[in-house]
Structures are given as structure tokens and as C-alpha cells.
């Protein structure tokens, strides 16, 4: 008889960071005393919790920091307690600190430049994280681009497609989209000019008690308009907000989506956004420099 693997534990943590005194970039280690360990700051998905949201809580618990999510680095794959174990990181730039209070669970916490955390750290996966880290290019905004929700069917919307509302599964999509624009701690929303884009930021609008741009530069293709003109437009507005350093969370079409990714990136890969999905996008000045999927 064939034994079944263990059910896997799902983890998420960060690196999170800040510019040091020295003009060096500082991160933040953990020591926990069960283990007697130095450690990034990590801990285990709440039950149907985004890995994302996970690695801000964790670090936040742990450290007292609160961070903005840049880009995603290494998954770590490994056995804990006789169960297979994957824990996702992100960079994090740190924003504000607490009173960071010891307790059983994390009982210090250390900033340190990226070479003495390396030398430090009690587990070769963690030196390897804090590696692809160090290779960032430098990061100066990051922005939360999502695909509109789910809006029904054109065929059974007798009014004009621009009026055509979410519906259930769509008002779902984005209340559970509002946390993760959150986590970049936006100071804008904009959103193309289709009432379904906008509705899909409403959530996060209450949230964060901001209002909603409309931005026709977001919009799909026209009659008499070229898919390439509108993957252009939408690219140089996010190439903007980006160079502007503006944190902002934008709401776009799944026409324009995929032509705006691969401009921003020159790749030519499966920018395919399914409704009430999206990117976090990391940018240094105007220019991208990592995305991932929401």
C-alpha cells in the first residue's frame, strides 16, 4: 500500500527593509528561542488567506513593521515536522515601526546591512532569499493593477456595454480585491471609464478613503481605435504614475491589459488577466522591474 504525502504547510514572509544610517540597505532578522534560530519573518496562511496578505500580516506580527510588498523572491521548499513545507517572500519596504515587545514566539529582532544578515541568519534557504534580495535593482514605487470583475454576460445587458454593472460574483471579487490594493498603501485610484472597472475599485475606495480617477487612457479599444494605441496608452499613464512615485491602484480591461504588460516589460509572455485578478507591480523610476500576479 502506497502511504499518501502529508498535506503541505503554506507559508509566507519578507524581507523587509530600509535605508540605513550609513546610506546602506538594512534587514530586519527575527530570533525565535523555541529553535534558538536567526530567521526572516515568516509564519502560516490563515485558512483561505493570499499568501500576499499572509507575508505582510507575519511580518507585521513579528516584527512590528509595517511594510509595502515590492516583488516576489524565492520560494522555499522544505520538510517541517515530517510535512512538506512552501513558504513564499517578498521584498518589503518598510513604512512605519512599533514598539517591538519580545515574547515567546520572537524574542529579538535585528537590523542589519544584507552581508552581515547573510552571515547571520541560521539556514542556508534564508541566505538564499536575502541573495535574490541583494539583487534587486532598486525600487521606488510599486503599483496594484487588476483586471475588472465579473460583470455577467454582454449578450444579456440590453443597455450600453459601458453601463454594464458587476454582478454577484463580481461584488465578491472585489471586496476580496480591496485588502490586496491595500497592502501597497495606495494614495490613488484610477480606474478606466467602464462602470464595471469603477465599481471594482469601490471597494477599495472605502477602504482607504480615496477617491476614484476615471482615466480613459485605461479604456478598451474604440470603433475605429487600434489595440496597440490603447496597450500604449495605458503603459505610458502606468510608466507615469510610476516615475511620479505615485502608489497607486488601477483598474483596467482585459483587452488592454496584456498589450500595456508587454510594453512595460519587452516580453512577449502570457499576460492573460483573468477578471478580479491583477499584478503587483514593482518599478524603479519609469521603469518595471518585477510583477506578479495577485
Do not use: N
Amino acid at each position: 500500500m502506497v502511504e499518501e504525502e502529508p498535506v503541505g504547510i503554506r507559508a509566507a514572509g519578507g524581507v523587509a527593509w530600509r535605508p540605513g544610517a550609513d546610506g546602506r540597505i538594512e534587514v530586519c532578522l527575527v530570533h525565535r528561542p523555541r529553535y534558538g534560530d536567526w530567521s526572516l519573518p515568516k509564519g502560516k496562511l490563515e485558512r483561505g488567506e493570499h499568501p500576499l496578505l499572509a507575508a505582510v500580516r507575519e511580518v507585521a506580527e513579528e516584527t512590528d513593521v509595517r511594510a509595502v510588498p515590492q516583488v516576489r523572491l524565492t520560494t522555499v521548499r522544505y520538510r517541517s515536522e515530517g510535512r512538506p513545507k512552501t513558504v513564499d517572500y517578498w521584498s518589503m519596504r518598510a513604512v512605519g515601526e512599533g514598539g517591538f515587545q519580545p515574547d515567546t514566539e520572537v524574542d529579538d529582532v535585528r537590523w542589519l546591512a544584507t552581508d552581515e544578515a547573510v552571515r547571520l541568519v541560521s539556514y542556508p534557504h534564508d541566505a538564499e532569499v536575502l541573495g535574490a534580495f541583494a539583487a534587486l535593482p532598486p525600487v521606488t514605487t510599486t503599483l496594484a493593477l487588476v483586471r475588472h470583475a465579473q460583470a455577467g454576460k454582454r449578450a444579456t445587458w440590453s443597455g450600453p456595454d459601458d453601463g454594464r454593472p458587476l454582478d454577484a460574483t463580481g461584488r465578491a471579487q472585489a471586496e476580496a480585491l480591496a485588502p490586496l490594493v491595500a497592502l501597497i498603501r495606495p494614495t490613488r485610484l484610477l480606474s478606466a471609464s467602464a462602470r464595471r472597472c469603477v465599481e471594482t475599485l469601490d471597494p477599495a475606495a472605502a477602504l482607504l478613503d480615496l477617491p476614484i480617477e476615471v482615466a480613459g487612457e485605461l479604456d478598451e479599444p474604440r470603433p475605429g481605435q487600434q489595440p496597440d494605441e490603447c496597450a500604449l496608452a495605458a503603459a505610458a499613464r502606468l510608466a507615469g504614475l510610476a516615475a511620479a512615485g505615485d502608489r497607486a491602484g488601477v483598474c483596467s480591461q482585459g483587452k488592454v491589459i496584456p498589450g500595456a504588460m508587454e510594453r512595460l516589460t519587452g516580453r512577449a509572455d502570457d499576460w492573460t488577466t483573468p477578471k478580479g485578478g491583477g499584478w503587483l507591480l514593482a518599478f524603479g523610476a519609469d521603469r518595471l522591474v518585477g510583477a506578479d500576479r495577485l
